[in-house]
């Protein structure tokens, strides 16, 4: 749990706007120290400069389009199982709904997963991802959306375990072994987790789904500051810093 909430802290302050106003705050801290004051109000005004420049829709979408895999069509030729990476998963209310439990990210995600069983209903329904505290494992809640829509107990199966990608993909290797899947997941994340299964024995198709990326032309109104483009940028920081760590480490 620890080296959980470790890797949770140290990347939130590495995504925009934290990593913006931190540098901000150190710039004011040499502002008040009455020293180097031509460079720190030269740290401040670029600190806050970049911070508006990544609330505007419009200079992001070229980085998200070429991040995200692009839409590929399936088959389940082969296929051992069809496997739905997790997310955001909230508190178990009694009596609501599945998708009151499930975050955007995993409802997208669960969503295609369901999709995929429906059209392959032989292949086994795979759903992956723990969770810490007191909050359900996606995987059981994106389960309990998938039976209420009409699938199968017996098709469907749970890893409650896994806290990362690379634990959802040695978890998903030990079950299966060397084996071929069709994975699902946010289309910015996908290029990834493909790495990881594949370095863990398994052949991966990619279903991506949660797309952030908008392939219409821009208009006026996407150069206007809006605080969503910092929610964006915070997830295309997460895959780029996971990128660059899965070149060094290969996990």
């Given amino acids: 749990m620890l080296e959980f909430f470790l890797r949770k802290l140290i990347s ?4 925009p706007p934290t990593f913006c106003l931190v540098i901000a705050l150190l710039g004011w801290i040499l502002l008040l120290g009455g020293r180097f004051t031509r460079i720190a109000k030269g740290v401040i005004g670029a600190s806050l400069i970049t911070l508006l420049l990544l609330s505007i829709p419009a200079l992001q979408k070229p980085a998200i389009r070429l991040l995200e895999a692009s839409g590929t069509k399936t088959s389940a030729e082969n296929i051992d199982a069809i496997v739905v990476l997790g997310a955001g998963v909230y508190e ?18 669960a969503i295609e997963g369901i999709r995929l069983a429906k059209k392959y209903p032989e292949t086994p329904l795979i759903f992956t991802g723990g969770t810490i505290g007191d909050r359900p494992a996606s995987s059981a809640s994106m389960a309990d959306l998938a039976i209420d829509l009409g699938i199968p107990e017996e098709q469907i199966i749970t890893f409650n375990s896994p806290t990362s990608t690379w634990e959802e993909a040695q978890r998903t290797s030990a079950e299966l072994g060397t084996s071929k899947v069709i994975l699902v997941s946010s289309a910015l994340h ?9 370095k863990s024995g398994i052949s991966a198709s990619p279903s991506p789904t949660d797309y952030l990326s908008d392939p219409s032309p821009s208009d006026i109104l996407d150069f206007l500051p809006n605080a969503g483009a910092w929610l ?3 997830r295309a920081f997460h895959e780029i810093y996971g990128r660059i760590w899965f070149k060094f480490t290969k996990a």
């Fill in 12 to 15: 939130s302050l590495l995504y």
């Fill in 92 to 109: 178990w209310e009694d009596g609501a709904p599945a998708t009151k439990n499930l975050g955007a990210t995993s409802l997208s995600r």
């Fill in 190 to 198: 996908l290029p990834r987790a493909i790495l990881l299964f594949e």
């Fill in 232 to 234: 964006t940028w915070q």
